[in-house]
């Protein structure tokens, strides 16, 4: 099964920052739209942020706008979510995911996306 890999959580004191990594070894993720999602217990599914395959469309949701930024590094076939101004509220399991490959396309809903990875865990304390 076709899977991302994330990397980079971990604790992270209020008002630091952390970078959450994505790749995979059997896709080119320049050819794949992309997102970060993140999860809380109890709550649902949220998207945070998601890239267009040309990179020239991207989209946050209002909770992390102009504190997060999803960036490509074509060169390492890897996909970045840098998170700052970190706020307890932030704390959830984060998510990478890949999108249709014949489209192009920047949607933060889950439906959109069909290869996912594990997760990793990023927990804000206050």
């Known amino acids: 099964q076709v899977q991302v890999v994330e990397a980079g959580g971990g604790l992270v004191p209020a008002g630091g920052s952390l970078r959450l990594s994505c790749t995979a070894s059997a896709l080119t993720l320049d050819n794949y739209p992309m997102a970060w999602f993140r999860q809380a217990p109890g709550k649902e599914r949220e998207g945070v942020s998601c890239?267009?395959?040309?990179?020239?469309?991207?989209s946050y949701s209002d909770s992390v706008k102009g504190r997060f930024t999803i960036f490509r590094d074509s060169a390492k076939n890897m996909l970045y979510l840098q998170m700052n101004s970190m706020k307890p509220e932030d704390t959830a399991m984060y998510y990478c995911?890949?999108?249709?490959?014949?489209?192009?396309?920047?949607?933060?809903?889950?439906?959109?996306?069909?290869?996912w990875g594990q997760g990793t865990q990023v927990t804000v304390s206050s």
């Open positions: 890239i267009n395959k040309r990179g020239d469309v991207i």
């Open positions: 995911a890949a999108g249709r490959p014949r489209d192009d396309y920047c949607s933060k809903s889950p439906l959109s996306f069909g290869i």
